[in-house]
């Protein structure tokens, strides 16, 4: 069955950097897009960010972009969301996400939070 475990949140403060992983397994990872998408504290969740199976077409949010990058590597069934110049606002439970088979598929969630 089609898993997405995402890793990497955490505490860190503003200005700050962090990178989040999302192993996949359970579908060729090769063949589909990824994304990543948050949740902030009483909001509704967001697309942050996207890439597609080959890696090559990547889309931001205009609130990320020039901050944020989306990679993968479809040796290692990873797809990663390098976070730099961290501020406040983007706390949130940051998701992965595919579509497989007409289906979205969703990991748990890895919180991170920007405070000082």
């Known amino acids: 069955q089609v898993q997405l475990v995402e890793s990497g949140g955490g505490l860190v403060q503003p200005g700050g950097s962090l990178r989040l992983s999302c192993a996949a397994s359970g579908f060729t990872f090769s063949s589909y897009s990824m994304s990543w998408y948050r949740q902030p504290p009483g909001k509704e969740r967001e697309l942050v960010a996207s890439?597609?199976?080959?890696?090559?077409?990547?889309n931001y949010a205009n609130s990320v972009k020039g901050r944020f990058t989306i990679s993968r590597n479809n040796a290692k069934n990873t797809v990663y969301l390098q976070m730099n110049t961290l501020k406040p606002e983007d706390t949130a439970v940051y998701y992965c996400?595919?579509?497989?088979?007409?289906?979205?598929?969703w990991g748990q969630g890895t919180q991170v939070t920007v405070s000082s």
């Open positions: 890439i597609s199976s080959s890696g090559i077409v990547t």
């Open positions: 996400k595919t579509g497989y088979r007409d289906s979205d598929y």
